[in-house]
């Protein structure tokens, strides 16, 4: 058996040396987002190992019987000659490496050196340092490394879903989800298309989703934890019948027994109550009671009375309130994710209306540098400067002025001068705020105002320019339709033809004589 001693010793050197390097980890810039994650994902494998460092150190501590007997065994007393213990140790270490011949020296600074390593130091080509990236192979194309959410196969799922009335597009489905932040998810949606397998299936492959993509976007993030804090509360919830306004099974139960106090005649096929004898006996004979009246006959289930307490099924020990409990569940969790990645699914938004806006040369442009593999960041500790570099970066801006071509703020002067500090709201692009006349000049040509015009149904030509408001546009693009029509009747009675027999008319008049053959 090892030393204790020795290996707390060995996990005390190895807990100091692995925060050394979480700290290295951190302490570096991060210009990109690529960068950024690359980071956190190396900081989080250095946690994890830094966590198990620690369990396995606190079981050492623990375990007080194998610690007093190593010291009892040093401090007990020996002759000088007597090396039995030393030899014993020895002989361990020899079969040790006998058992492992190739094992290298220093392996946990190698391990260390690894978990450093910037990547692409060597001259490595491009092509391979891209294969070499494997926090890359977690997302998608659509996901832009973390950036976007890519939501299509859950948006294909929602427009499947029975007894829905309208079937929305993309964007109206991102807004669907955004609004989870202020209320409940998919509120929208009618009882019975809640209850249904379908919506089940659908709402917990959103919630795995959802849930995947946060522990890759957020390693650093205790998200699990998180996670079953949420399932906890959801479970107080359902128990204390916060959740029965929507996914109670036995609702119709309940609004039976109301329609009894309030002496309706009750159906217990159709679980329906009726306010008259006519209008109940007007309905026996429908197709639907008909088919209510077989259904029920066919099956086991027993009609619920509306004068006393519904019965309570189960079937191999799962109660009927199990399905609409699952599908509640999921909608819970899935809306606690969905409030964690608000600004995500917000930024997926304006980039799909930025998407909408491009051609097509202008999207495989975008896909061929998209694909262009991520410029790994430069080591200024290395060159001896990174100190003053560091503090070179450090730049005071108290009024936040905005950047020049060298890095540096712009003079406050040159700020006034060019009335940056003016705000320019436009309507069209969504209540936008542009600062300055320029970049308000600027925006009338760039995609989100094209999208914006777009959407209202008009050309982004130059009669709209400074036009901000939609109620401005859309009056203007009246009165240039009617100005167009007026140049056509205006072209048409004042413009005078002249025939061979010199004879002068209108260009109306002529055209009509010559077709009749005339003139």
């Not at 077989?294 to 399905?323: E, L």
Request: aromatic letters at 8%.
């Amino acid at each position: 058996m090892d030393s204790v001693i020795e290996t707390q010793r060995q996990a005390h050197e190895e807990i100091e040396r692995y925060e050394i390097t979480l700290y290295s980890l951190l302490a570096r810039s991060q210009p990109t987002h690529e960068t950024k994650l690359q980071t956190e994902h190396k900081a989080a494998q250095v946690l994890d190992r830094l966590s198990a460092r620690v369990a396995a150190l606190k079981a050492l501590y623990e375990d007080e019987d194998a610690r007093k007997a190593e010291t009892d065994a040093l401090t007990a007393p020996s002759q000088p000659s007597d090396l039995s213990e030393f030899y014993a140790r020895l002989v361990k270490i020899q079969d040790h490496y006998n058992k492992y011949p190739d094992v290298a020296a220093g392996g946990f600074d190698l391990e260390l050196a690894a978990l450093l390593e910037e990547g692409n130091q060597d001259g490595v080509d491009e092509e391979e340092y891209e294969e070499e990236d494997p926090i890359g192979l977690l997302f998608s194309g659509e996901e832009a490394y973390g950036k976007y959410v890519d939501l299509y196969t859950s948006h294909t799922a929602y427009n499947n879903l029975k007894n829905i009335t309208k079937r929305v597009s993309y964007l109206q489905y991102l807004d669907i989800l955004l609004a989870a932040q202020v209320g409940k998810l998919h509120t929208e949606l009618p009882r019975e298309t809640l209850r249904t397998k379908e919506y089940e299936s659908y709402i917990r492959t959103l919630h795995d989703y959802l849930l995947s993509f946060t522990k890759k976007t957020q390693p650093l993030v205790d998200v699990d934890s998180k996670h079953q804090e949420q399932a906890s509360e959801f479970q107080k919830k359902w128990e204390a019948g916060e959740f029965s306004e929507d996914w109670d099974s036995h609702l119709s139960a309940k609004r039976a027994v109301d329609a009894a106090e309030n002496d309706n005649i009750w159906c217990s096929a159709c679980q329906k109550g009726y306010s008259k004898q006519t209008v109940y006996d007007a309905h026996l004979s429908s197709k639907r009671h008909v088919k209510a009246v077989a259904k029920q006959a066919t099956s086991n289930q027993p009609p619920q009375n509306p004068n006393g307490t519904p019965f309570n099924h189960s079937v191999n020990g799962v109660t009927s309130q199990s399905a609409p409990r699952n599908a509640a569940r999921w909608t819970h969790l899935a809306s606690f994710l969905l409030v964690e990645l608000a600004s995500t699914v917000s930024d997926t938004k304006s980039n799909v209306e930025r998407r909408f806006s491009l051609t097509a040369r202008e999207r495989e442009q975008e896909l061929l540098e998209r694909s262009k593999p991520v410029a790994p960041p430069v080591n200024n500790a290395e060159n001896g400067g990174g100190e003053e570099e560091e503090e070179e970066e450090r730049i005071y801006n108290p009024l936040k002025l905005p950047l020049g071509w060298d890095g540096k703020p712009i003079p406050y002067w040159l700020y006034k001068l060019h009335g940056l500090g003016v705000e320019y709201r436009c309507e069209i692009c969504s209540d936008h705020v542009y600062m300055g006349r320029k970049n308000f000049e600027r925006h009338f040509q760039e995609p989100r105002h094209a999208f914006g015009m777009r959407a209202l149904g008009l050309p982004n030509t130059k009669h709209f320019h400074e036009i901000t408001r939609i109620e401005d546009a859309l009056t203007l693009a009246e009165k240039l339709k009617q100005e167009g029509r007026r140049e056509i009747f205006e072209q048409e009675t004042t413009e005078e033809l002249e025939d061979d027999e010199g004879n002068v008319y209108n260009r109306k008049m002529y055209e009509d004589l010559k077709k009749q053959g005339l003139i």
